[in-house]
């Protein structure tokens, strides 16, 4: 596979940029011969996508659409925190593990997204802060 092709760049851009991940331990790479993660890029590789995944899978939550969460998954994935991207996977663990298919609040919160109306208030099944 062509990755200039593929990634809609020029084929200098590629190959300086495989030369700098070169130089980072993160590819083999020889020209023309194909490239490689080396351990340590699979590493890489792999903290990225996980942090992907758990950013994206917030945002679901948050009722982003779909095409927007996976945008937006991408620039945020670099930026955060590592304590940050702990506490996302927590709070994301603590939503599908709680009773009943997830907390109560979290259909509210649907709801809300949806009509802007305060469901629960309404239906008094909870309380004004």
């Not at 809609?8 to 940029?17: D, L, Q």
């Not at 663990?93 to 298919?101: H, L, N, T, V």
Request: with cysteine; glycine share 4%; net charge positive.
């Amino acid at each position: 596979m062509d990755l200039a092709e593929y990634l809609n760049v020029k084929p200098a851009s590629v190959t300086e940029m495989l030369q700098k991940l070169r130089a980072k331990g993160l590819v083999y790479y020889k020209k023309y011969e194909g490239v490689y993660l080396t351990k340590e890029g699979k590493n890489l590789a792999h903290a990225v996508r996980e942090r992907h995944e758990t950013i994206r899978e917030l945002l679901k939550y948050l009722q982003v659409p779909v095409e927007i969460a996976q945008k937006d998954a991408c620039i945020m994935e670099h930026n955060l925190n590592p304590l940050t991207i702990i506490q996302l996977k927590k709070f994301i663990e603590f939503i599908k593990k709680c009773p009943k298919q997830g907390p109560l609040w979290l259909d509210h919160f649907k709801t809300y997204s949806k009509t802007g109306k305060f469901e629960c208030i309404e239906k008094g099944e909870c309380e004004k802060i």
